[in-house]
């Protein structure tokens, strides 16, 4: 595991776009493992000026999104289809993008189809994850084991809480969700972790030197061969 501290939440969002930049230019068909919230929002917004200037080329790529809300809409606003098209996709040139349907009438064989078509896509080469409050890792939360394929996931309350700030009430917060899981996370061949703000520090510090745990779901990324960790100084201030 690599750790990387920067003064500014700008720095923090460019330095991952450089490691996207860096991977797309090396292996122009990537496949890109995508992820939403605010930590993402500094890269996506410098790739797309990148993208618009003339720099970066998506064309071959194919993205799959960590998660989405189930039984929300996916027009809705506070879908992560939603925001992926607001953020992201309407600004680059990106091949093909694949998001969990969080409506599917059979959710088991959702979860089995996402799983297949990250495989037949050949992998993910590049993981961009955030981490929650509790070290949570896509919306794998704290539990008793680590689960391996996709699946679908009750909120914890912590979560919810975290998450109401998108919505105009927290009784409009999913209480569900569908999540890519710790084995497709692990699965990816390179995985780059933002967490930047004082209320990360805690779960930074617990994913670095804790005990690797369900518990904390993030600490299995330091079993992985190539994870980087980029903070700002606030979510490093435990470590």
Same mark, same amino acid.
């Given at each position: 595991?690599?750790?990387?501290?920067?003064?500014?939440?700008?720095?923090?969002?460019?330095?991952?776009?450089?490691? %996207?930049?860096?991977?797309?230019?090396?292996?122009?068909?990537?496949?890109?493992?995508?992820?939403?919230?605010?930590?993402?929002?500094?890269?996506?917004?410098?790739?797309?000026?990148?993208?618009?200037?003339?720099?970066?080329?998506?064309? $071959?790529?194919?993205?799959?999104?960590?998660?989405?809300?189930?039984?929300?809409?996916?027009?809705?606003?506070?879908?992560?289809?939603?925001?992926?098209?607001?953020?992201?996709?309407?600004?680059?040139?990106? $091949?093909?993008?694949?998001?969990?349907?969080?409506?599917?009438?059979?959710?088991?064989?959702?979860?089995?189809?996402?799983?297949?078509?990250?495989?037949?896509?050949?992998?993910?080469?590049?993981?961009?994850?955030?981490?929650?409050?509790?070290?949570?890792?896509?919306?794998?939360?704290?539990?008793?084991?680590?689960?391996?394929?996709?699946?679908?996931?009750?909120?914890?309350?912590?979560?919810?809480?975290?998450?109401?700030?998108?919505?105009?009430?927290?009784?409009?917060?999913?209480?569900?969700?569908?999540?890519?899981?710790?084995?497709?996370?692990?699965?990816? $061949?390179?995985?780059?972790?933002?967490?930047?703000?004082?209320?990360?520090?805690?779960?930074?510090?617990?994913?670095?030197?804790?005990?690797?745990?369900?518990?904390?779901?993030?600490?299995?990324?330091?079993?992985?061969?190539?994870?980087? %960790?980029?903070?700002?100084?606030?979510?490093? $201030?435990?470590?």
């Amino acid at each position: 595991m690599q750790i990387h501290v920067y003064d500014t939440v700008e720095q923090v969002g460019r330095a991952a776009a450089l490691l %996207f930049a860096a991977r797309v230019t090396e292996k122009p068909d990537s496949v890109l493992g995508l992820a939403t919230g605010s930590s993402p929002l500094g890269c996506y917004e410098q790739l797309r000026a990148w993208h618009r200037e003339g720099l970066l080329d998506f064309s $071959k790529c194919v993205s799959f999104n960590l998660d989405e809300y189930c039984g929300l809409p996916e027009a809705h606003p506070c879908s992560y289809h939603a925001f992926m098209k607001e953020h992201l996709f309407d600004g680059v040139n990106l $091949k093909t993008s694949y998001l969990p349907d969080g409506n599917a009438p059979d959710m088991t064989a959702e979860c089995r189809r996402y799983d297949a078509a990250i495989r037949a896509a050949g992998g993910i080469d590049l993981q961009l994850l955030g981490i929650g409050r509790n070290g949570h890792i896509g919306f794998n939360e704290p539990g008793d084991r680590f689960v391996y394929g996709t699946h679908v996931v009750d909120l914890t309350p912590s979560t919810i809480q975290a998450n109401r700030r998108f919505f105009e009430s927290e009784d409009e917060v999913p209480r569900r969700a569908v999540s890519l899981g710790i084995g497709g996370i692990m699965a990816a $061949k390179e995985i780059v972790l933002i967490a930047m703000g004082e209320d990360k520090a805690q779960a930074v510090y617990d994913a670095v030197h804790g005990d690797v745990t369900p518990r904390v779901q993030a600490s299995v990324l330091r079993a992985h061969p190539h994870t980087v %960790f980029l903070l700002d100084r606030e979510a490093a $201030k435990k470590i």
